[in-house]
């Protein structure tokens, strides 16, 4: 049976586990209608002309895993941002792992999408947030309409979260193949703030296939500072459908470090819908093999005084590809936008590929707005000047590539994260440097 | 300490040095001079051991061994520095950070363990203060957005860091104003040692009245044609390099 027949039918036996009078479920229900109609992206679109999901969609993946769950800490304990605490929302095969998690009610929620679903109280929220910055997109309706559990994130107004709340979700090869879908809600209101890791991780070496939706509201005056490590073995792809929306004066800022997976797909929106609102995006991929990354971006302004910045860096060696379409959209009403938009790539090897395109649609007239693509190799120049100091061709190269990712990582602003990252580059590129940038 | 013996060397087919011989001694400045184009350039990158440039004849000794199948690095292991005439911009990587890693690489290429921090801290005050360099600038971006000046400045500085065997300073005095050359020279002066010794390249006489050398040679179209004490210098700034041209074709 083919994914998508696989996934309509199975959509019947969910029906039946979930409550039929839930206020979602007619949402979940033009979600399964629309995938139906839709079906999964191909090549033939545009926003999918460089990612074929082909290879990835012809596993036969369990929709619902068996609740086998002896994952201990010690086994995800690497994964995890381990020296510093925080709040850790843990899923193992797509299910809450309570043993492992570190949730909270007090001064903010960081608990469950299960919950928020379901418990009447949360009633008013999911009415107001649920699926609304989502758009209709094919796999984005295909986790709504299976959306379930994922994690329920609130900060309430004025609050500063007083530590960085992670996102976890693993999965332990107890299928043989297995496709899981994390539904996130995430609302920062007024003048409220929060920093938020998320990580997709298999423990073994059987396929995975995660289609995640993350929506997020960030209220006025509000900080939202995400980060999403992508660091998957080879047999895992993911599609990640983040969605953003902003008020006015607020900041969000999603940094994406992309070093491992078979197919990785980032489909990241923002959109601003007041004034003085600044929006970043930033980006390292470091693969090899056949790996492919692909990062998606869209930000909407919508009013004007806004800002965005984009800058994604990338280094691709062997056979690996990588595909950077970011969009910036600047709607007529929107004057004295900045937005700025920047994507850089290094090719180690003649076979590596990457596929830059950028598109600005601007409808107003006051406006700056730039963009800059590059795609090179390695100055051999900058090489011999570095050797003729007495640096050997592996540490120069290393060096240049560090210092082609360092102002991703300037933006950092947990520094167990970015020293983590700072080692992973290292780790990459197979040398261990003297110094952290 | 330095001897070349017959070097011919093309880059991308081009024959650039064409059978050329020079040695230098310990203690010793040498300069060569000579027209554009004469090869003056691609001799220091030789030297160096820049891989754009063949050497397809002859041979480079240093300290009485051949180092032509040397890398770049394992070169300046051995001690040779190669000031650029174009130094690098490497955005996100500081001067203290690249000086850093230069001496720890070089030290652990000759089996010694990382500089201690402390010694290299003061190492890089001295240095850095030899050359009238700011504080700030060693926290900048290395050549990033330097000026033609602070990079000739902060090349020196680091051949002062990496207290080299054999320097080649090429084309130093390009862009440079009169103080800086002043800055540059006296910095270069203050490294000479009677063990080390200095090449240096230049188009123009005006460098060789600060750091003044102890044989001129006189580079045209890949070989030398012509060696004299330091007047040379001074009759080819005023009578240019058509003569000697003309003298060897007689």
């Given at each position: ?73 010690r ?76 994690a ?6 004025g ?15 107890n ?72 008020e006015?004066?607020s ?49 909407h ?17 062997e ?10 959209l ?17 090719l ?86 003297g110094?952290?940038? | ?51 754009e ?40 990587v ?7 890693t ?23 005050r001295?240095?850095s203060?030899?050359l ?106 005023e009578?240019g ?10």
């Amino acid at each position: 049976m083919q994914l998508k027949e696989k996934l309509l039918s199975s959509y019947m036996a969910f029906e039946e586990t979930i409550d039929l009078e839930n206020s979602i479920h007619d949402i979940r229900n033009d979600a399964i209608k629309f995938f139906e109609q839709s079906g999964f992206p191909t090549k033939k679109l545009e926003a999918w002309k460089y990612t074929s999901l082909n290879s990835i969609l012809k596993e036969d993946y369990s929709i619902f895993p068996k609740k086998e769950d002896t994952i201990e800490y010690r086994d995800i304990k690497k994964y995890c941002v381990h020296d510093i605490d925080t709040y850790q929302i843990v899923f193992i095969d797509g299910i809450f792992a309570s043993h492992l998690s570190q949730t909270t009610h007090d001064k903010l929620d960081a608990c469950l999408m299960s919950s928020a679903l379901n418990k009447p109280k949360y009633k008013p929220i999911i009415k107001k947030y649920f699926n609304k910055v989502a758009p209709k997109e094919s796999l984005t309706a295909l986790n709504t309409a299976f959306s379930y559990e994922g994690a329920y994130i609130k900060i309430p107004k004025g609050v500063a979260a007083e530590k960085p709340i992670q996102i976890l979700n693993f999965s332990t090869g107890n299928e043989h193949a297995l496709m899981i879908q994390p539904r996130n809600l995430i609302i920062v209101e007024d003048n409220a703030q929060v920093q938020i890791v998320e990580r997709h991780q298999s423990l073994t070496e059987n396929a995975v296939l995660t289609n995640s939706v993350t929506e997020i509201f960030v209220g006025k005056n509000a900080d939202l500072d995400y980060y999403k490590i992508q660091n998957d073995k080879i047999t895992s792809s993911l599609i990640d459908n983040t969605y953003i929306s902003q008020e006015r004066d607020s900041n969000a800022s999603v940094h994406t470090f992309s070093f491992g997976g078979k197919l990785t797909r980032n489909n990241l929106n923002f959109y601003q819908n007041g004034s003085n609102i600044n929006s970043t995006l930033k980006g390292v991929t470091i693969i090899e093999g056949k790996q492919h990354v692909d990062h998606n971006t869209l930000v909407h302004h919508k009013k004007p005084h806004c800002e965005s910045h984009q800058d994604y860096k990338g280094i691709f060696a062997e056979k690996s590809t990588g595909v950077f379409n970011g969009k910036v959209l600047v709607d007529k009403i929107a004057q004295k936008t900045d937005a700025y938009q920047s994507n850089n790539n290094i090719l180690i090897d003649d076979q590596a590929t990457i596929n830059s395109k950028p598109q600005l649609e601007i409808f107003a007239d006051d406006v700056k707005c730039s963009h800059g693509c590059t795609i090179g190799q390695l100055d051999e120049e900058a090489l011999f000047y570095m050797q003729s100091r007495g640096i050997p061709k592996k540490e120069a190269r290393a060096l240049l590539m560090y210092a082609f990712a360092n102002n991703v990582l300037n933006s950092v602003k947990i520094p167990e994260i970015k020293n983590r990252i700072t080692k992973q580059i290292a780790l990459k590129i197979g040398v261990e440097l003297g110094f952290d940038l | 300490m330095l001897k070349i013996n017959n070097l011919h060397a093309e880059v991308t087919g081009n024959k650039i040095l064409k059978g050329l011989n020079l040695e230098i001694k310990p203690g010793e400045v040498h300069a060569i001079m000579g027209p554009n184009g004469s090869g003056k350039s691609t001799l220091a990158s030789v030297i160096a051991g820049n891989e754009e440039y063949e050497a397809t004849e002859g041979e480079i000794l240093f300290e009485k061994s051949n180092i032509s199948d040397l890398s770049a690095d394992e070169r300046a292991h051995k001690g040779i520095f190669l000031s650029f005439q174009y130094p690098v911009e490497i955005p996100g990587v500081t001067v203290t950070n690249f000086i850093k890693t230069a001496i720890n690489q070089i030290r652990k290429a000759q089996g010694l363990k990382d500089m201690p921090a402390n010694e290299m801290l003061k190492k890089i005050r001295e240095k850095s203060a030899l050359l009238h360099m700011d504080r700030k600038f060693l926290s900048r971006s290395l050549n990033e957005g330097f000026s033609g000046g602070e990079k000739k400045r902060n090349e020196i500085f680091q051949m002062a860091m990496l207290e080299p065997k054999l320097a080649i300073l090429d084309e130093t005095d390009s862009g440079l104003d009169i103080d800086a050359l002043r800055v540059v020279a006296d910095g270069v002066n203050k490294l000479r040692t009677k063990d080390n010794a200095t090449l240096v390249i230049t188009h123009y006489q005006r460098l060789l009245d600060y750091i003044v050398p102890d044989v001129v040679h006189v580079l045209v179209d890949g070989k030398i044609i012509k060696s004299g004490d330091k007047n040379l210098a001074r009759e080819l700034e005023e009578r240019g390099y058509d003569w000697l041209k003309e003298e060897t074709l007689v």
